[in-house]
């Protein structure tokens, strides 16, 4: 039996990582984006909400730093080969959709770092307060923020196609795709 080609370990543990932190950072970006600061606080409290803000900033930095470093990673090690059942139509999708990932997860936190920069509000990277990048302009702001929700519910949409295609090979196929990221065989 021949064994599948997989991605090396730190792309594999990459990879798990960084779907992690996506997850918990956009489940938290939702809950504050759906109820603004003053719901969030009526609901959970001012130390929680704060809380959620600091985890949320930090989350994104460290996707950014992730991804970086994932991309770097992936630009030295490249991809193993897709195994023989896709088909090209597969292969075009898998490729599409982890390419739009890696833009919105670059992105994204780029956009959450301006945006809170332009509204005077501290970049948090845990205890830290990290370079704001850009002045204070409400306006920028408002328009940043508008177009980092916008790249997260995108996320959200490629997550979907990438989760329910990781599934598909793994409960229906039945193929060997899921073994090239699993961390175990």
Do not use: C
Not at 41 to 54: H, R, S
Not at 102 to 120: F, K, N, Q, R, S
Request: net charge positive; glycine share 12%; aromatic share 12%.
């Amino acid at each position: 039996m021949t064994q599948t080609p997989r991605y090396t370990l730190t792309q594999r543990l990459l990879h798990w990582l960084i779907a992690f932190l996506a997850l918990l950072t956009l489940g938290i970006g939702m809950i504050l984006g759906s109820l603004g600061f003053e719901g969030t606080q009526e609901i959970f409290g001012k130390a929680t909400t704060n809380a959620f803000y600091t985890g949320h900033k930090t989350g994104g930095v460290l996707i950014l730093i992730f991804m970086f470093l994932r991309l770097g990673v992936r630009l030295v090690s490249g991809a193993p080969p897709y195994p023989s059942p896709l088909n090209a139509f597969e292969r075009v999708a898998s490729r599409t959709v982890h390419g739009l990932l890696y833009v919105a997860l670059l992105t994204m936190p780029i956009l959450g770092w301006l945006a809170t920069a332009a509204g005077g509000y501290p970049v948090q990277f845990f205890a830290w307060n990290l370079p704001g990048m850009i002045g204070q302009d409400k306006a920028l702001s408002e328009i940043l923020f508008s177009l980092h929700g916008i790249v997260g519910w995108v996320s959200v949409g490629l997550l979907i196609l990438h989760i329910g295609g990781a599934l598909q090979h793994w409960l229906i196929k039945r193929d060997a795709v899921m073994t090239r990221m699993s961390l175990f065989r």
